[in-house]
């Protein structure tokens, strides 16, 4: 069973930095997407940035310049470096898996980080 546990989350101020992991275990395939979404109270969650196993990446724009995501194959996880933080930012974020061989999705708990002064 696959399994994604998040961590990282908590309080900044704005302009600070946090760097959120998703660790995955169990067994994937080797063809995959993984990607960081929030959902921020009222609101619909939402694509932050993701990454595939060729290791193109795609952000948000109104994260872009601000954000990377990146992986450790060899730990099973995704990092989301968030910079420049800004109020708007405040959500949880979910890490997300999307197996393309088994059409399968997998979410982790969800952290939340919240941004203010």
């Known amino acids: 069973q696959v399994q994604l546990v998040e961590s990282g989350g908590g309080l900044v101020q704005p302009g600070g930095s946090l760097r959120l992991s998703c660790t995955v275990s169990?067994?994937?395939?080797?063809?995959?997407?993984m990607g960081w979404y929030r959902q921020a109270p009222g609101k619909q969650r939402e694509l932050v940035a993701s990454?595939?196993?060729?290791?193109?990446?795609n952000l948000a724009d109104s994260v872009k310049g601000r954000f990377t995501i990146a992986r450790d194959g060899a730990k099973n996880t995704v990092y989301l470096q968030m910079n420049s933080l800004k109020p708007e930012d405040t959500a949880v974020y979910y890490c997300?898996?999307?197996?393309?061989?088994?059409?399968?999705?997998?979410w982790g708990q969800g952290t939340q980080v919240t941004v203010s002064s």
């Open positions: 997300n898996s999307k197996d393309l061989v088994r059409n399968a999705n997998y």
């Open positions: 169990g067994t994937v395939s080797s063809r995959y997407t």
């Open positions: 990454i595939t196993d060729g290791g193109m990446t």
